[in-house]
Each structure stands twice: as C-alpha cells, then as structure tokens.
C-alpha cells in the first residue's frame, strides 16, 4: 500500500508559480510511475503529467507543455509538479497518482494509489 499527501496548492494571481508536492509516506517510489491530474467543478478529472520509471518516459497535457514540469526528488520519495506562468483554467484540485508497473501512461484507470488532493487557484 503506497499512502500519497499532496501540498503546495493555494491562491496566487494570474501569472504566478506554485510547486506542488506529493510524499509517499515511508517508502520511495523509485519504481513507481508518477503522475498529476486535476479536477475543476463540474468537470472530470483530467491529466496533467507523468513521469515513467527512471524517468525515460515524460509526458504533459498539450494545455499544460512549456509551463509545467513533473520531477523526483533525488531520494525518489517526493514528486514535483512546478507550475508557471499559471492562468485562471488551471484552477482545479490537484491530485498525485501511482502506478506500479512504472510506465506513465495519461489515463486515470490504470494508476494504482492516489492522494487525497490539493486545491490550486489563480486569479485573474
């Protein structure tokens, strides 16, 4: 069982940078592909990024590439996602995902474990 805590989310201007983090408590995720999707009101959960085993594979949504980047800490047991040059359509809660057969892949159905979500904001 792997647990997931998202932080980092919160309010900040059109324009603005957040880093969003996900922590496996207690073990490292080295051999996990990792992944973020979010969750605006009304709409469903859509990808963001992911990144593969050893990093070979990394993938981002075509509304996210440029601006957002996913990467591990050196201890493989935290997960990033840097966000700039954020804009108000990216306003939605935030979630981590995990999938263990380590190959990152856009769908939901196929991670395995998944954080409790972090809400993120921008104004415009």
């Known amino acids: 069982q792997v647990q997931l805590v998202e932080s980092g989310g919160g309010l900040v201007q059109a324009g603005g940078s957040l880093r969003l983090s996900c922590a496996a408590s207690g073990r490292t995720l080295k051999n996990y592909a990792m992944a973020w999707f979010r969750q605006a009101p009304g709409k469903e959960r859509e990808f963001v990024a992911a990144c593969g085993r050893n990093d070979i594979d990394i993938l981002y949504a075509d509304s996210v590439k440029g601006r957002f980047t996913i990467s591990r800490d050196n201890a493989e047991t935290t997960v990033y996602l840097q966000m700039n040059s954020l804009k108000p359509e990216d306003t939605a809660v935030y979630y981590c995902?995990?999938?263990?057969?380590?190959?990152?892949?856009?769908?939901?159905?196929?991670?395995?474990?998944w954080g409790q979500g972090t809400q993120v904001t921008v104004s415009s």
């Open positions: 995902a995990a999938r263990g057969t380590g190959i990152a892949t856009i769908n939901t159905w196929v991670y395995d474990y």
